[in-house]
């Protein structure tokens, strides 16, 4: 039995050891965003976030996330209050079978959460180990572009907020 | 992506009514010469099922839904139903619910392939809608015993002319809707149209993107358990011997099942399914036979097989006479579907019956096949669509519901998930079909081409189920079911002919398909069948003329286009990406255009793309494309543009990258590594779709419209760039490099 924190709540999780956290995620935890791509880190489609870092939860185990945070697509968010980088995915319509789409999006918030403007050429760098094979690619550039400028609209009109006070 | 579509409901009502229909019309012509006319049917796929409650349900509450046949595979389809109903109906789209293929609720539509969805789905909705309509207004007019003329439909209600408003909820009442649909429906005019047309937000996307239960692989039944099956190493290995005894005894296992060469383990949870399926594939051993050709041979093998041969274009004007004449061979290897999550599938068995959640591209075919399978009438057996990964054609979908049903059969009650590893995605998928093609055109002193000659190479294009023989788990059992024998898919769809009948008009043509029916290499139905290597093949050669005649590439294609809605999208294409005669592109960088019809009867599509080749490493980029489409009457803007980018990037790797791998006996491209497609780093700049919008015209899908004119475009920009012409797919770096060294 050990503990993982995740999307906040600690969770009392009874696997072994070796279980990949993409396992535990969707088998102990019920949770679908990161999804089984390849099983061998080539893909990104289980891509979560853990200490502010994205990873391959298809070959991450359970050992290594004690006493870490980690955090999946629905800890960013919900379908009616969705976080900056949900919105601007929805806005730009960056999906069309979506599989991959979970994985991309917690990369990006990543990228996001350590560099909130970057570059074009940044973005598709930190995307490189990301397949998508309907050929979203152009729509997923916008949308992270797009979920940039939310979140920094969201950082002012917050600083806005509270300064009004 | 066609095959042969079973319509087992009107077999099953049907009975041994085939037999009175077989005897009555030859008396019938008989007596009367003059054979009369068949009566006319309504269009799209209302043909084959023509009540009206098969399409469009209202409930006296007046819920609305909305049924198809088709499966949503990541096109957006279900959203522009919706709005196709919402339309024709008078309601709020979002009041709206579709439900999508599914053996006992939805009609038979086949499969859902060949971007004809929306002409056969999006048709008899729109149709079944608007005579759904007309009913409720009559029903009203008779209850207020006021002519039908008098009243409009707004909001989900008719209105009277005095204001009141009577809701389609209470206008229905019993069988209303259960009419058969009329040949002619009174569609609204297109001018007027205010849900189709705009580009409303996908429905599913939300889900997709915040973590919803939005695919197959998310579905959690209760009591369900985990299976993974171990695959042969090879086509036709046989299994020898294995001790499941060991795995047995692993931890959470329920059972480990063998079926001839069929082999799986369903454990608790998921993780120790594919620990017990790797203990158990170490504990398998097989007799492998090599019984692969040789790669590097590929085009001497194809075009030396035994072939079936038609001439499906002959074309003769002695008048044009030729004055210089070239040829050329282009080829295609084996190519993946490459879909990012593998196959998936659950099925529950329960008192001889078997319920299997499948995203087959088919339902009612697949349901067949695992009838067939298992000794059930197919009655007893069924399929429901849920959406997976895409799919871009006959993927492992089918072969993982087999599965499912296998392994479900031998624990009554118990809901069965498979899912597929990478490596058996990668390996067991049917593959898109090898091809081969050989031109040879003549040129006239006017520089206008007087012969064309197209001969094409390939195996048939759809081996999707209905037998049970083409799933690999049918093929795989003690008892197998052998596979069946391949067919072509007839024009003018056609498979390995698809788009193999020049849409040019060229006084002498000859055009031959050679269908091979032996398979080497496990094959089916890939996004646009043959016509991806047809008009890769078509319009590189094309512009291997144009620069003989010294005729710019777009010009050399109008002059050889009459159809007006083909050369309005060359047009529109060539101007929106600036191109001009004469120009010349930057420095290690190529213009390239390309055009086609798919199948030369639905939606036009030209590309013109801009090339970037690294001439010291060979390596290619595509820095920008412009579309131009038109797939008819729109309904939503912003979907088809997605499909047209897609379809651009989609085709751009498998035309530089992809090629599947095999030594004499086992295929060796099992993952993203020895299968590589393409990654961010090569995508380009930019990419531009515009849209001739044909109001009031039929739909004709989009789906897999690009795939042919985006990889000879951007094959002829990267001739352009380096003034050597690639032929041999995929066009990839070492060969470029190769070339500009030569």
Known sequence: MMTLKVNGHDHQIDAPPDTPLLYVLRDELNLNAAKYGCGLGQCGACTVIVDGKAVFSCVTPLLLLEGKQVTTLEGLGTIDAPAPIQRAFMEEQAAQCGYCIAGMMMRAQALLQKNPKPTDEQIRAELEPHLCRCGTHMRILRAVHRASHLMDTASSSSTTIGSAR | MNGP????????????????????????????????????KPPGSLANTPFLDSWIRIDADGGITVFSGKAEIGQGFKTAFQQIAAEELDVPFASLKVVTADTRRTANEGYTSGSNSM?????????????????????????LNLPAESFRTENGAVIAPDGQRLGYGDLVAGDMLHVQAQPKSRLKDPATYKVMGQPVPRVDIPAKVTGGAAYIQDMRLPGMVHARVVRPPSYGAQLTECDTSAIERLPGVVKVIRNGNFMAVVAQKEFQAIKAMRALSMAAKWRETPGLPKQDDLPRLLTGLPSQDAIILERSDPSAIAQKTIEATYTRPYQSHGSIGPSCAIAQSA????????????????RQGIAEMLHLPPASVHLIHVEGSGCYGHNGADDAAADAALIARELPGVPVRVQWMREQEHGWEPFGPAMVTKLKASLDSNGAISSWNFEVWSNTHSMRPGGAGSMLAAQHMAQPIPLPAPKPIPLPEGGGDRNAIPIYKFPNAHVVHHFIPAMPVRVSAMRALGAYHNVFSIESFMDELAEIAGTDAVEFRLKHLDDPRGRAVIEKAAQEFGWQKGQKAPPDRGFGFAFARYKNLAAYCAIASEVEVNRETGRPRLVRAVAAVDSGQVVNPDGLINQIEGAILQSMSWTLYEAVTFDDTRITSIDWQT????????????????????????????????????????????????????????????????????
């Open chain 2, 5 to 40: 579509v079973v319509i087992d409901r009107r077999r099953m009502l049907a009975g041994g009514g085939a037999l009175i229909v077989s005897f009555s019309l030859p008396a019938v012509l008989a007596q009367d010469q003059t054979a009369p006319a068949p009566a006319p």
């Open chain 2, 119 to 143: 002409k056969d789905s999006g048709t008899a909705i729109q149709n079944a809608a608007a005579q759904v309509r007309e009913l409720l207004i009559a029903e009203a007019a008779r209850r």
């Open chain 2, 351 to 366: 008192n001889d019956a078997m319920t299997v959640w499948t995203h087959t591209q088919g339902v009612y075919p697949d």
């Open chain 2, 675 to 742: 299968y590589p497609i393409l990654r961010f780093n090569a995508v380009p700049q930019k990419i531009d779709v515009h849209i001739i919008n044909r109001p009031g015209q039929p739909f004709l899908g989009s789906g897999e419209t690009g795939q042919g004119p985006a990889a000879a475009s951007v094959a002829n920009a990267i001739a352009n760039a380096t003034g050597k012409r690639l032929r041999d797919l995929p066009l990839t770096r070492k060969k470029i490099k190769d070339a500009i060294d030569a």
